[in-house]
């Protein structure tokens, strides 16, 4: 599904490149720490795109940009406010009940995915 970015995925996490986009691979086990903090299942398309590509971040033209696609973990903690998501209030109103943040764009902006039934 996602083999146009394919290509971008390195071997792992230990790789520093400044290739743009880059992608680090997630294994299962991840997906399944994540979901068991979440206590739900990540969305299916989320979930088949780290099983597919993983993490990492796409080209951006400024510095300004992450452009992140959070990998589990981080999109767990940011959904329970937990490590660096504690204490920011900027982050109260960007996702619900219904949705899910799994894209940074910058510390202040961030894509969401919803939840279906």
Do not use: H, W
Request: proline share 4%; glycine share 2%; net charge negative.
């Amino acid at each position: 599904m996602f083999n146009f970015l394919k290509e971008y995925v390195v071997a792992d996490r230990s790789v520093r490149s400044k290739q743009k986009p880059i992608f680090y691979p997630i294994y299962q086990d991840e997906i399944d720490e994540a979901e068991s903090l979440l206590q739900m299942e990540l969305p299916k398309e989320l979930k088949r795109f780290y099983q597919e590509i993983g993490c990492g971040f796409l080209k951006s033209d400024t510095r300004t940009f992450f452009n992140r696609f959070m990998d589990p973990i981080s999109v767990a903690d940011f959904r329970l406010r937990q490590d660096i998501y504690e204490y920011n209030p900027n982050l109260d109103d960007v996702d619900d009940d219904d949705s899910l943040v799994f894209f940074e764009v910058t510390e202040l902006n961030f894509l969401t995915i919803k939840f279906k039934e």
